[in-house]
């Protein structure tokens, strides 16, 4: 018997049941009369928390975000990352991190996007694999999530996902499943959703059948937070740990029953094992320190954030070799993305950085001020620029604002976002009021609007003047995880140079399913024609136009998809004005996923940077004057029109739901798949991407003396190149089954690898094709199937590529176990 088998035989009842949920937001508690220690988990994916709130906090490392590293097609980039995360963790006094994020890119909308890899099943899970080698190589434990059907955030705490199990099999669990049998994660995290009418938390097939005993499972399956609605239906499925704590669902209801027999003994103690497993593997079993976090600013992680940057830019357009910059010649600097530094996407994944790169610093520190003139053309911004300068915060033990204040503190900014400790502890997080008190001087006279979204009822006054009411209608909307409401704007008309008393009041309601009080607040003055001129003046007196447009953590987030996918505000507008007084124009894209371009045709230069964390603007800019090559290459389809995309149909219950249920309709048909099925050309092709060298891939070899016997292929190239830089190239392998008897995908990726060459370098690469490389899942019959027949390999450098092609045949089939 081993010691966390002796260990959970030692324990009572109680304190078993209280490793089965958290003791807080962030931790299991100790028992120390076994001498076991604290398990602390942080969030993740593009950096470490630790355990402060989604605002403020100690500060931490932001690397790029999931879809900017599903860019680099580079799992050995994704190991160094998963490595250097695991220091992070480790500064935030962590032994778990909430990451990786492995659900697919179904739409072209959700707002959650950013955080996840690709469209694809393969290139996800690969990159999985990696990011989790290099983090649990460090002995920090990777959660991986959202186990499954999280492709959405409509009602995603209460929609069900209704795909079907082949879709379920060849798409959205393959992630997982490599997780699981490649990467032996830890952790799994199970998502919000029902899937096909149950909870996830307590769906069985997924957590007990599928998870347990066919991929033979020996991790733990943690809830979302708050994720969990049952007591016994979710411990007998298969979920280990409810999370965050103090328990909702287990504690005393779960004592109660086990005792009363709905929870075997047997049951809980597998459950149990469980967790004590994940503490041993990460050494928290035998970790009695203090929680302390620490911000860990390495020089190292900086160099490997930079770099990542650069590998993940996708350059989609470069006429006339445009890009990268050369010559001494004046650059305008322009949009709203120009001097801000957007390096993450909103929600559970935001964290305060050590600091933020614009692209503006990045080319001054590049190319020196004096090239440079600035305007900013327009804005992008979802909610009122967010008020900053101090605020005297008053919390009150009651939710009238009434008595006197229990407790008062100073926040830099107008925003808040309560959980937990609230006022010093003095207030019950869940039952309480605030009023801040502060100043604004606005720099230009007009009529400002002023806006505010809270989870919770909140208000805006200037000068004794009610302006925003977030209170008296207060509705619930798209914010906060779906708690709060959307921005209420009201206008005022304000003076340049004027001081205005601003008051903010907020009071907290009851929640639905997150237990949490927030709110933001911001006073804006809108750009106009004249913001727009100003920047076309800028571009007429410039050899070269750079315009930084795109999104930001605002309208990329968690808890709200997108309403459309052109480019917020005026600034298609701006692109196509600056385009028409200077033809080398060149776009640089930061957004969650693909964008309209109706300017395309127009510009010269297109370049998607993403949200590449902290050193942004240095990344960027490393590109664009060529210090780096752009390495990327899409994850994800651009469609022309968001109408191209999969889940656009006239039925609201396959996109965005109705009635409870959101229909995976399309089945297997998602990204590339989809628009090979109805001849719809992309934008932008998934797997596109231009760089700076050229490259010729020969010499197509396959050895396939093992493909009727045990269903295996070895598919060999030579790549070379031709080009006077280095620079890289992804071959990607391509699978059709011209044959089958069941519809399949015109073609899917099946094996990728990227290489990097100087110039004239040449290198034979050779990737392996195992058995499920050619096979479906038949339902019917509980199997994976290798059918007679031929089957196409193609390799090439994007999904619209002919490539170069051959054949393999089979003459029998081939059945393979789940």
Same mark, same amino acid.
């Given at each position: 018997?081993?010691?966390?088998?002796?260990?959970?035989?030692?324990?009572?009842?109680?304190?078993?049941?209280?490793?089965?949920?958290?003791?807080?937001?962030?931790?299991?508690?100790?028992?120390?009369?076994?001498?076991?220690?604290?398990?602390?988990?942080?969030?993740?994916?593009?950096?470490?928390?630790?355990?402060?709130?989604?605002?403020?906090?100690?500060?931490?490392?932001?690397?790029?975000?999931?879809?900017?590293?599903?860019?680099?097609?580079?799992?050995?980039?994704?190991?160094?990352?998963?490595?250097?995360?695991?220091?992070?963790?480790?500064?935030?006094?962590?032994?778990?991190? /909430?990451?990786?994020?492995?659900?697919?890119?179904?739409?072209?909308?959700?707002?959650?996007?950013?955080?996840?890899?690709?469209?694809?099943?393969?290139?996800?899970?690969?990159?999985?694999?990696?990011?989790?080698?290099?983090?649990?190589?460090?002995?920090?434990?990777?959660?991986?999530?959202?186990?499954?059907?999280?492709?959405?955030?409509?009602?995603?705490?209460?929609?069900?996902?209704?795909?079907?199990?082949?879709?379920?099999?060849?798409?959205?669990?393959?992630?997982?499943?490599?997780?699981?049998?490649?990467?032996?994660?830890?952790?799994?995290?199970?998502?919000?959703?029902?899937?096909?009418?149950?909870?996830?938390?307590?769906?069985?097939?997924?957590?007990?059948?599928?998870?347990?005993?066919?991929?033979?499972?020996?991790?733990?399956?943690?809830?979302?937070?708050?994720?969990?609605?049952?007591?016994?239906?979710?411990?007998?499925?298969?979920?280990?740990?409810?999370?965050?704590?103090?328990?909702?669902?287990?504690?005393?209801? /779960?004592?109660?029953?086990?005792?009363?027999?709905?929870?075997?003994?047997?049951?809980?103690?597998?459950?149990?094992?469980?967790?004590?497993?994940?503490?041993?593997?990460?050494?928290?079993?035998?970790?009695?320190?203090?929680?302390?976090?620490?911000?860990?600013?390495?020089?190292?992680?900086?160099?490997?954030?930079?770099?990542?940057?650069?590998?993940?830019?996708?350059?989609?357009?470069?006429?006339?070799?445009?890009?990268?910059?050369?010559?001494?010649?004046?650059?305008?600097?322009?949009?709203?993305?120009?001097?801000?530094?957007?390096?993450?996407?909103?929600?559970?994944?935001?964290?305060?950085?050590?600091?933020?790169?614009?692209?503006?610093?990045?080319?001054?520190?590049?190319?020196?001020?004096?090239?440079?003139?600035?305007?900013?053309?327009?804005?992008?911004?979802?909610?009122?620029?967010?008020?900053?300068?101090?605020?005297?915060?008053?919390?009150?033990?009651?939710?009238?604002?009434?008595?006197?204040?229990?407790?008062?503190?100073?926040?830099?900014?107008?925003?808040?976002?309560?959980?937990?400790?609230?006022?010093?502890?003095?207030?019950?997080?869940?039952?309480?009021?605030?009023?801040?008190?502060?100043?604004?001087?606005?720099?230009?006279?007009?009529?400002?609007?002023?806006?505010?979204?809270?989870?919770?009822?909140?208000?805006?006054?200037?000068?004794?003047?009610?302006?925003?009411?977030?209170?008296?209608?207060?509705?619930?909307?798209?914010?906060?995880?779906?708690?709060?409401?959307?921005?209420?704007?009201?206008?005022?008309?304000?003076?340049?140079?004027?001081?205005?008393?601003?008051?903010?009041?907020?009071?907290?309601?009851?929640?639905?399913?997150?237990?949490?009080?927030?709110?933001?607040?911001?006073?804006?003055?809108?750009?106009?024609?004249?913001?727009?001129?100003?920047?076309?003046?800028?571009?007429?007196?410039?050899?070269?136009?750079?315009?930084?447009?795109?999104?930001?953590?605002?309208?990329?987030?968690?808890?709200?998809?997108?309403?459309?996918?052109?480019?917020?505000?005026?600034?298609?507008?701006?692109?196509?004005?600056?385009?028409?007084?200077?033809?080398?124009?060149?776009?640089?894209?930061?957004?969650?996923?693909?964008?309209?371009?109706?300017?395309?045709?127009?510009?010269?230069?297109?370049?998607?940077?993403?949200?590449?964390?902290?050193?942004?603007?240095?990344?960027?800019?490393?590109?664009?004057?060529?210090?780096?090559?752009?390495?990327?290459?899409?994850?994800?389809?651009?469609?022309?029109?968001?109408?191209?995309?999969?889940?656009?149909?006239?039925?609201?219950?396959?996109?965005?739901?109705?009635?409870?249920?959101?229909?995976?309709?399309?089945?297997?048909?998602?990204?590339?798949?989809?628009?090979?099925?109805?001849?719809?050309?992309?934008?932008?092709?998934?797997?596109?991407?231009?760089?700076?060298?050229?490259?010729?891939?020969?010499?197509?070899?396959?050895?396939?003396?093992?493909?009727?016997?045990?269903?295996?292929?070895?598919?060999?190239?030579?790549?070379?190149?031709?080009?006077?830089?280095?620079?890289?190239?992804?071959?990607?392998?391509?699978?059709?089954?011209?044959?089958?008897?069941?519809?399949?995908?015109?073609?899917?990726?099946?094996?990728?690898?990227?290489?990097?060459?100087?110039?004239?370098?040449?290198?034979?690469?050779?990737?392996? /094709?195992?058995?499920?490389?050619?096979?479906?899942?038949?339902?019917?019959?509980?199997?994976?199937?290798?059918?007679?027949?031929?089957?196409?390999?193609?390799?090439?450098?994007?999904?619209?590529?002919?490539?170069?092609?051959?054949?393999?045949?089979?003459?029998?089939?081939?059945?393979?176990?789940?």
């Amino acid at each position: 018997m081993g010691r966390i088998e002796e260990l959970v035989d030692r324990m009572t009842l109680e304190e078993q049941v209280s490793l089965l949920s958290g003791e807080d937001f962030w931790s299991l508690p100790a028992i120390d009369r076994l001498g076991i220690g604290k398990l602390r988990v942080t969030d993740g994916p593009n950096g470490a928390r630790g355990g402060g709130s989604l605002i403020g906090g100690v500060k931490s490392a932001a690397f790029p975000v999931g879809i900017a590293l599903g860019a680099s097609w580079n799992v050995r980039l994704l190991t160094e990352i998963g490595t250097a995360l695991a220091e992070e963790v480790k500064s935030k006094g962590a032994h778990v991190s /909430l990451a990786p994020t492995v659900n697919l890119h179904r739409s072209v909308s959700n707002g959650r996007n950013f955080e996840c890899y690709s469209e694809d099943p393969i290139l996800t899970a690969s990159l999985a694999v990696g990011y989790i080698e290099g983090l649990q190589g460090q002995g920090v434990s990777a959660t991986i999530k959202h186990f499954a059907g999280n492709e959405s955030e409509i009602e995603r705490t209460t929609i069900s996902s209704e795909i079907d199990e082949r879709t379920l099999r060849e798409l959205y669990l393959v992630p997982f499943e490599w997780a699981v049998k490649r990467a032996g994660t830890w952790g799994i995290m199970s998502s919000y959703n029902k899937l096909n009418g149950t909870f996830t938390s307590e769906n069985p097939w997924l957590l007990d059948q599928v998870l347990r005993k066919e991929w033979h499972y020996d991790g733990v399956v943690m809830s979302d937070w708050f994720g969990s609605h049952s007591t016994a239906p979710t411990v007998n499925a298969g979920l280990d740990l409810e999370m965050p704590g103090p328990p909702r669902d287990r504690g005393e209801k /779960l004592v109660a029953a086990v005792e009363a027999g709905e929870v075997s003994r047997e049951t809980l103690r597998a459950r149990v094992l469980d967790v004590l497993r994940l503490m041993e593997r990460t050494g928290a079993l035998d970790d009695h320190s203090e929680w302390a976090e620490r911000a860990d600013d390495r020089a190292e992680h900086r160099a490997l954030i930079r770099r990542a940057g650069a590998e993940g830019a996708v350059l989609l357009k470069n006429a006339g070799e445009l890009l990268p910059l050369s010559g001494s010649g004046k650059l305008a600097v322009i949009g709203p993305n120009a001097r801000v530094a957007q390096i993450m996407g909103g929600g559970s994944a935001q964290l305060n950085p050590h600091y933020r790169v614009s692209p503006w610093d990045g080319l001054v520190a590049a190319l020196g001020e004096d090239h440079l003139s600035y305007a900013a053309g327009a804005t992008n911004h979802r909610f009122e620029p967010l008020l900053r300068g101090g605020f005297t915060a008053e919390y009150f033990a009651n939710e009238t604002l009434s008595g006197a204040p229990v407790f008062t503190e100073t926040l830099e900014e107008a925003q808040a976002f309560w959980i937990g400790r609230v006022g010093g502890g003095k207030v019950d997080p869940l039952h309480f009021s605030a009023r801040l008190t502060g100043r604004f001087t606005p720099e230009a006279s007009g009529e400002h609007r002023v806006g505010i979204y809270s989870a919770g009822f909140s208000r805006v006054l200037v000068d004794g003047k009610l302006v925003a009411d977030a209170w008296t209608h207060w509705s619930k909307g798209r914010t906060f995880f779906e708690e709060g409401c959307d921005e209420v704007v009201g206008t005022i008309n304000l003076e340049a140079g004027h001081s205005y008393d601003v008051v903010i009041e907020f009071a907290a309601k009851p929640f639905a399913t997150l237990g949490l009080a927030a709110f933001a607040a911001g006073i804006g003055l809108p750009l106009g024609d004249a913001a727009i001129a100003a920047a076309v003046e800028a571009a007429r007196e410039a050899e070269v136009a750079l315009v930084f447009v795109g999104r930001n953590g605002e309208w990329d987030t968690e808890g709200s998809d997108l309403d459309s996918i052109t480019l917020p505000g005026r600034q298609d507008e701006l692109i196509a004005a600056v385009a028409a007084v200077n033809a080398r124009t060149a776009v640089v894209l930061q957004t969650g996923g693909p964008v309209e371009m109706p300017w395309l045709g127009e510009v010269a230069a297109v370049l998607e940077a993403w949200y590449p964390g902290q050193e942004a603007g240095n990344a960027i800019a490393d590109v664009l004057t060529g210090a780096a090559e752009p390495g990327g290459r899409l994850p994800q389809s651009f469609p022309v029109k968001w109408a191209d995309n999969p889940t656009n149909s006239q039925d609201r219950e396959i996109y965005p739901g109705l009635d409870g249920k959101v229909r995976y309709e399309e089945g297997v048909f998602i990204g590339y798949r989809h628009y090979d099925r109805h001849g719809i050309a992309p934008l932008f092709p998934f797997g596109f991407g231009l760089g700076y060298t050229n490259f010729a891939v020969s010499d197509l070899e396959l050895d396939a003396s093992g493909f009727e016997a045990d269903g295996e292929v070895s598919v060999s190239v030579t790549v070379e190149n031709t080009g006077r830089r280095a620079g890289s190239e992804v071959v990607q392998v391509y699978v059709s089954a011209p044959d089958a008897t069941v519809a399949r995908p015109a073609k899917e990726l099946k094996a990728f690898e990227k290489v990097r060459l100087g110039p004239g370098e040449r290198q034979r690469l050779t990737l392996a /094709l195992d058995d499920r490389a050619f096979a479906y899942y038949r339902t019917e019959a509980q199997h994976w199937l290798v059918e007679p027949g031929r089957y196409v390999i193609r390799v090439a450098r994007h999904a619209a590529d002919v490539g170069m092609t051959a054949e393999v045949v089979r003459r029998d089939r081939l059945l393979l176990p789940v």
